[in-house]
């Protein structure tokens, strides 16, 4: 083989290689950018693309996909606690223009830089924000820290070609001897509301117990009251059908042409007959003896009859 053919031959196999080395192919979710001599000439985007070979260079392939950073760093607030923060930073490039991809190439060295600036920055923005609060403060500010750092990062974020799209604090813990007396306080607390809950349950109970007593007793004055109305009228009833019945008798025994006081005496033995048979063990001492049964026969009578011991005379002044 003579040397015009090796030389046709290697400028076959040089031409087949330029060929194929002009075309590059970019993933998706990528933008190349590519340089001429170090210096930036423009990008490429996914998918098939043309280069001149030797001379534009794929200076760096970025990534236009979402991206996140574990955070675990410590912050003191204003009163001296020890805060523990774990935080998943996710962030992305602000957009495909030229000028954002240009940024994010040459912003910083390499990757290591950019992520030790981005985590050093929040930290930084996230103990600033913690040293003006208490310690009794922070776990209710989870949504204000993550608010100021955003308000604080997204300038920042965006001159490097990022932008910050969410801050998640994971872990908020203090060190374990604060984290020992808040269980204690939170422990006490519950013991105060527990026995306040309890107080006022026996507040209640009492009450209720003595407005069911109070009514109780209304209720008994009240049926007490009726009866004795009822006893009371009963009573005067009684006593009218008495009246009525001794004035009835009376007038029968005048039309029969007998003594009234026969009716007391009917009336007095009976009673003696009802305190017999009625009595439970008391004694009642009566007068038996013929002259105290005239006396009180005659004691009825004049009750009877209306008879009162006589009045005085009235003397006729001069």
Do not use: C
């Not at 007490?224 to 009376?250: C, D, N, P, T």
């Amino acid at each position: 083989m003579e040397i015009s053919d090796i030389i046709v031959i290697a400028a076959l196999v040089v031409g087949v290689i330029f060929v194929f080395a002009m075309f590059v192919t970019v993933q998706q979710g990528y933008i190349a950018v590519v340089t001429i001599f170090g210096k930036f000439q423009r990008i490429l985007r996914p998918g098939l693309n043309v280069r001149i070979p030797l001379i534009e260079n794929i200076y760096a392939k970025i990534s236009v996909q979402n991206q996140s950073v574990d955070l675990s760093f410590q912050a003191t607030t204003i009163d001296q606690a020890n805060v523990n923060f774990k935080a998943m930073l996710l962030f992305s490039v602000v957009d495909q223009r030229e000028e954002t991809i240009k940024n994010v190439a040459f912003k910083f060295v390499d990757r290591y830089s950019f992520n030790t600036a981005l985590t050093r920055t929040i930290e930084g923005s996230i103990r600033s924000f913690v040293a003006t609060k208490k310690q009794s403060e922070i776990l209710a500010l989870r949504t204000e820290i993550v608010q100021e750092v955003k308000l604080q990062l997204d300038q920042t974020l965006e001159g490097w070609g990022y932008h910050l799209i969410d801050l998640q604090l994971n872990d908020i813990a203090f060190d374990e001897t604060i984290m020992k007396s808040m269980a204690r306080v939170v422990a006490s607390n519950n013991l105060r509301a527990a026995a306040e809950n309890e107080g006022q349950a026996l507040l209640i109970t009492k009450t209720k117990a003595a407005e069911a007593d109070g009514n109780a007793i209304k209720i008994a004055a009240e049926a007490e009251k009726v009866a004795s109305q009822l006893r009371g009228q009963g009573v005067a009833l009684f006593r009218e059908e008495v009246a009525k019945g001794i004035s009835q008798a009376a007038k029968e025994m005048e039309m029969a042409n007998l003594d009234s006081s026969f009716i007391l005496f009917s009336m007095w033995t009976e009673s003696l007959r009802h305190f017999a048979d009625e009595g439970q063990g008391n004694m009642i001492f009566l007068d038996g003896s013929p002259d105290n049964m005239k006396r009180t026969i005659h004691e009825l009578m004049a009750v009877s009859k209306g008879i009162s011991k006589p009045a005085p005379e009235k003397t006729e002044q001069l």
